[in-house]
């Protein structure tokens, strides 16, 4: 299977914009979804598709993709976004699913 | 409301077995993906395997010949068979309802967009 690689951390100051990348060869036939993940709590999709946000989820948070290459895009962060964020697509050569090895947000 | 929910967890020695149960409302299992993912103390999420619409599955290399998933449409339920645990194994598991989409003739999307809360499956003597 391949592989998805991500920074492991990355900080922000409040208010700020902070782009969270994520590579690998299938994100050139997948959309990244990404995952917000809080201590002792379960992951919660952000951003799926080309550019999509499930209900409840703040108009902050935005997705992009160019080559292999995926970005979730958080404008305006806030302390609640601090936070864990994983990409996921699935490698449609062998249709494992895929999960990069995660993101740590500081918002300071 | 559209929720799962795990159950089957627990402290298990090397070379056991449990098996995992993901109860479904809301939504028909069959109609959608069944994914499972762990976490290990301090870890990322790990993919483990997945079952989809057809039935058919697929699992992570490091759990193929001792892991099972399946689903009983008529419980509404998933599981995930666990056999000749190991220490490794040590995490908490998560079922997620998977969703796969063909957007355009170059590009399609996989997403998890529900989750359960979790159960610990613990690996020790």
């Known amino acids: 299977s391949s592989e998805l690689t991500q920074d492991p951390a990355v900080s922000v100051a409040l208010g700020q914009t902070v782009r969270i990348t994520c590579q690998g060869d299938?994100?050139?036939?997948?959309?990244a979804s990404w995952y917000q993940q809080k201590p002792g709590q379960a992951p919660v999709l952000v951003i799926y598709g080309e550019n999509s946000r499930p209900s409840g989820i703040p108009d902050r948070f935005s997705g992009s993709t160019s080559g292999n290459t995926a970005s979730l895009t958080i404008t305006g962060a806030q302390a609640e976004d601090e936070a864990d964020y994983y990409c996921n697509s699935r490698d449609s050569s062998d249709n494992h699913v895929i999960f990069g090895g995660g993101t740590k947000l500081t918002v300071l | 409301e559209v929720q799962l929910a795990e159950s089957g967890g627990g402290l298990v020695q090397p070379g056991g077995s449990l098996r995992l149960s993901c109860a479904a409302s809301g939504f028909t299992v069959s109609r959608n993906y069944m994914t499972w993912v762990r976490q290990a103390p301090g870890k990322g999420l790990e993919w483990v395997s997945v079952i989809d619409s057809g039935g058919r599955t697929y699992y992570a290399d490091s759990v193929k010949g001792r892991f099972t998933i399946s689903r009983d449409n008529s419980k509404n339920t998933g599981f995930l068979q666990m056999n000749s645990l190991r220490a490794e194994d040590t995490a908490v598991y998560y079922c997620?309802?998977?969703?796969?989409?063909?957007?355009?003739?170059?590009?399609?999307?996989?997403?998890?967009?529900?989750w359960g809360k979790g159960t610990t499956v613990t690996v020790s003597s």
């Open positions: 299938s994100l050139r036939s997948y959309y």
């Open positions: 997620a309802r998977g969703e796969h989409d063909v957007l355009t003739a170059y590009y399609m999307s996989y997403y998890m967009d529900v």
